[in-house]
């Protein structure tokens, strides 16, 4: 059982988009065409996506359909402003003609999204998009892909990624997926199973039967594997999860654990904490030898343990200072040094990929708050607060957060987004309740 399909399987071309128009002199030809990114507000960028000129009549459902995509993507970053199609006033019927672009500028775009989808011989579909910038008239990016037909929405994000990148000088992060753990049932009796789901929310798949519990999956930053708790005969198992084959493994047994491990950056080891007695340390395993290394021996609660993006440091969570706070210390154990200082207590600490911020949990005044901090716990920011946000996720670059919320009561936990200036909290969809996200890299 396959879930992936990965690049070389689309079998993507690194040429410009076909036809008699080059990409000419791109790097230099930025009009308006260009998102500034600041830790202020944003003002997001006027920009037309019509429906992509389908090849033939039966493809202009996916035409649309990879427009609509984009148009959602773009839109929920928060950083575009797509423009509703009934203002367009040029149709883009051939996208190797270029485009009026008086037309555009009239209605205030920016830039401007024009592309194709073509049935081949074979059954694959050709899909091509090229991004112009209006006031200049150039063209910005161009690029041709071929897939299986059932595979579109992921074109479509690997688009959007492009467009992302090219206007923000930013990677995207539109071609990712999400684990989360998907709730159903009444509060008292939940069944909860593995789900994984493309970042916007479609593409729902289950990855176990919920028979069992499952809790915290993790994703691995370098490869398609989930790590994940499940509860068979009440004790606690570590498994380990390969998206693209749907085999798992057991790592081990482990009595004491709360949180299911992370990975390091190269996802050769993992990295826990262990409950002993009345205290946690912390500890990292080798996951070919499985050899298991104690990092922490403290009479205190050690856990929730993230690495940094070069693995040469982590964060994680300690009471040893009478409340949960936020420390740091080398990845090979050592000296601990604590980042935390402000009102209430922190936790789930989990490091950027970029490595310049360590988002959390604050708790505090009744209230459950995300945030993020620099790694030397300067600059402080809480992104969202109120009655029960938890477990903050980075997106594979750094700018989104992902999150869950739960009200308490009969209802349930949903997931949530928002940016890491505090700006364009957003819920995502899911087929019910949900919680526990991670954040994949980018597809590869």
């Known amino acids: ?22 990409l000419g002199p791109a790097r230099d030809a ?24 389908a090849g033939t009549p039966s493809d202009n459902e996916v035409g649309a359909g990879v427009s609509q995509v984009i148009t959602n993507n773009l839109k929920r970053s928060g950083l575009f402003a797509p423009i509703d199609q009934a203002a367009y006033l040029e149709k883009i019927s051939n996208i190797d003609v270029p485009p009026q672009f008086k037309s555009w500028a009239s209605i205030n775009a920016q830039a401007l999204v024009t592309g194709r989808m ?31 037909p059932e ?38 009796r939940r069944v909860k199973r593995l789900a994984l789901m493309d970042q916007d929310g479609a593409n729902v798949r289950y990855l176990t039967r919920g028979t069992d519990l499952v809790l915290t999956p993790r994703f691995s930053p370098s490869t398609q594997e989930i790590t994940y708790m499940e509860f068979g005969q009440g004790e606690p198992r570590v498994y380990l999860f390969n998206v693209e084959t749907g085999q798992r493994e057991i790592v081990g047994n482990f009595p004491g654990m ?14 826990m904490s262990l409950q002993q007695g009345g205290n ?49 210390m080398p990845a090979g154990g050592g000296q601990a040094q604590r980042i935390s200082f402000g009102d209430g207590s922190y936790s789930t600490p989990v490091w950027s990929p970029r490595g310049d911020y360590i988002a959390f949990t604050k708790q505090g005044g009744g209230q459950f708050a995300i945030g993020i ?10 992104l969202t607060s109120g009655f029960h946000n938890e477990g903050p996720t980075f997106a594979p670059n750094g700018r989104v957060l992902m999150f869950f919320r739960d009200p308490g009561g009969k209802g349930g ?30 597809l590869s």
């Not at 899909?127 to 071929?146: H, I, K, N, P, S």
């Not at 709360?258 to 990295?271: H, L, N, T, V």
């Open 1 to 22: 059982m396959s879930f992936d399909l990965n690049r070389r399987q689309l079998m993507i071309s690194a040429a410009t988009a076909a036809g008699a128009l080059a």
């Open 151 to 188: 595979y579109w929405r992921r074109i479509a994000h690997i688009i959007s990624d492009q467009i992302y990148e090219r206007l923000t000088g930013e990677k995207g992060y539109f071609d990712s997926r999400v684990v989360f753990i998907d709730e159903s049932g009444p509060a008292e």
């Open 373 to 382: 901090m620099k790694p030397d716990g300067s600059g402080e920011r809480i």
């Open 118 to 148: 073509t049935r081949q011989g074979d059954g694959r579909l050709k899909a091509e998009f090229r991004l112009w910038d209006v006031a200049t008239g150039q063209q910005l990016a161009g690029q041709q892909y071929f897939t299986s």
């Open 30 to 53: 930025f009009g308006q065409a260009r998102v500034q990114i600041t830790e202020g507000n944003v003002a997001p960028l006027p920009i037309a996506i019509p429906n992509f000129v």
């Open 280 to 328: 946690s340390n912390l500890f990292v395993m080798d996951l070919r030898s499985k050899a298991t290394t104690r990092l922490t021996d403290t009479p205190a609660i050690d856990t929730s343990p993230s690495y940094a993006p070069d693995g040469s440091r982590i964060c994680f969570e300690s009471d040893r200072g009478g409340k949960p706070q936020i420390y740091i």
């Open 258 to 271: 709360s949180f299911a491990p992370r990975f390091s950056p190269d996802g050769q080891k993992i990295i």
């Open 413 to 442: 936990p949903s997931l949530f987004t928002v940016d890491v200036s505090g700006r364009n909290e957003l819920r995502v969809p899911t087929p019910g309740y949900a919680s526990d996200p991670a954040w994949s890299p980018l």
